[in-house]
């Protein structure tokens, strides 16, 4: 059973940081790109970082470039967001999502699986 | 960077009758090299984790209902429920996956 669980959300102030995780299993990490969405407070889903199998890609959302930095621990099956100097319009629930990889096209696609997610609160 | 807009933001429809949700990309997400249009739809209830419902536009997700159903190519997108139940009460987005990954601002689906 594929598993997505993300932790290290909390209450944070402005300007600070944190460090968000997500441990998965049920799947050969190391073969997949992830990726993080987040979905503010009664709002919709916004794509927010994602990186390559060996962690050699990053790509972020403008609104994150510069602040938020994405890793992965292939070895512990885990993905990381490093998230500084955090701003107000940051909270939100923070979800890990795997990119399904379409074998006839070679591409990593659309979102088939997804963590709980896990609230970050940037407040002072 | 390419731009979901849905339509409308939200609809009432009574049980059993039919729901249409729109769904437009700024630019076109079809593929050319093998003729697929790189767009999904989502269903997130209340409280819950997105769940996949539609890929390449019109492919259904196993276990899905056979009541839900894609269509549209290049830029204009339709999911629609043929016959809707209390338990798709929910927001719906569509998700381009053509040059990154962008959302819809999604639909909200209530009962009449």
């Known amino acids: 059973e594929v598993q997505l669980v993300e932790s290290g959300g909390g209450l944070v102030q402005p300007g600070g940081s944190l460090r968000l995780s997500c441990a998965v299993s049920?799947?050969?990490?190391?073969?997949?790109?992830m990726t993080w969405v987040r979905q503010a407070p009664g709002k919709g889903l916004e794509w927010v970082a994602t990186?390559?199998?060996?962690?050699?890609?990053?790509y972020y959302v403008d609104s994150v470039k510069g602040r938020f930095t994405l890793s992965r621990d292939n070895a512990k099956n885990s993905l990381y967001l490093q998230m500084n100097s955090l701003r107000a319009d940051d909270t939100a629930v923070y979800y890990c999502?795997?990119?399904?990889?379409?074998?006839?096209?070679?591409?990593?696609?659309?979102?088939?699986?997804w963590g709980q997610g896990t609230l970050v609160t940037v407040s002072s | 960077d390419i731009v979901m807009t849905q339509s409308p933001d939200s609809l009432a429809v009574s049980l059993g009758e039919r729901a249409t949700i729109n769904c437009k990309s700024s630019?076109?997400?079809?593929?050319?090299?093998?003729?697929?249009?790189?767009l999904a739809w989502y269903q997130q209830k209340p409280g819950q984790t997105p769940k996949l419902l539609i890929y390449?536009?019109?492919t259904r997700e196993s276990g899905v209902p056979d009541r839900f159903s894609g269509s549209g190519s290049g830029t204009d997108f339709t999911l629609t429920i043929s016959s809707l139940q209390a338990e798709d009460v929910a927001i719906y987005y569509c998700?381009?996956?053509?040059?990154?990954?962008?959302f819809g601002q999604g639909t909200k689906v209530e009962i009449k």
């Open positions: 999502a795997r990119p399904y990889y379409d074998i006839l096209t070679g591409h990593f696609t659309y979102f088939d699986y």
């Open positions: 049920g799947f050969t990490f190391s073969s997949y790109w």
């Open positions: 990186i390559k199998q060996d962690g050699s890609e990053k």
């Open positions: 630019q076109s997400v079809l593929y050319s090299s093998n003729n697929k249009n790189y």
């Open positions: 390449w536009a019109s």
């Open positions: 998700q381009q996956y053509y040059n990154d990954w962008t």
